[in-house]
């Protein structure tokens, strides 16, 4: 009679287990820049904004995005030409720039990249860090190549427990020896989802063998 009590109540608490977690709001979001227009040499060099970035982060959370949260920040970049190549980054520029504070946008904004400021939501307030580069990337010749042309770059980013992915499109000239320019036609916003946590699966026999 107890075998039989709790095996059933064993499934219904693995099939609790197994239901979608309630849904929740995204921790972060990103201002990005999706299309970039850039010249670049044809020696493997590559271009890196310094007063300013590509994105601001926007805290959607309820509480504050702490330092080391943020500063742990990872991204990795999938490039669809083997010619050029996206390094993506949160810089410490040294003054506080965390705490992040609920419905807070974070970024360094100056008159290339003044289109991030056109996606805030109402009730969103930014902090211009700049002259401080905060959200930065580097767009680069891997080797020595004369490529032109599109390419575009899947990004994945990573803060605390929740991930966020976009791609950035880019429009590649060939410029002289030292020629470099970038410009940012567009802008776009994506959210962050949790990471997803891999379910533990059992079988019939398995659970069955717990009370032999």
Known sequence: MIRRILIPALMVLLCACTLASPTRSATFDLIYTDHVDTTLCPNGCGIMLTAYGFGLVVNKGATDIGAAEFFGTTF???SSRPEMSLY???????PPVAPIHPNEAVGSVLAPNVVLTSLL???ETLRNTQPEQVVAFMISRTGTNTYAGPVSFDVTMTMGGDVAQFTIFANVTLGGPSEFAISFPSAARVSSVPILTPTVTTTWGAIKALYR
């Open 76 to 78: 990795s970049a999938i």
């Open 88 to 94: 993506v980054l949160i810089n410490n520029p040294g």
């Open 121 to 123: 939501h109402a009730g």
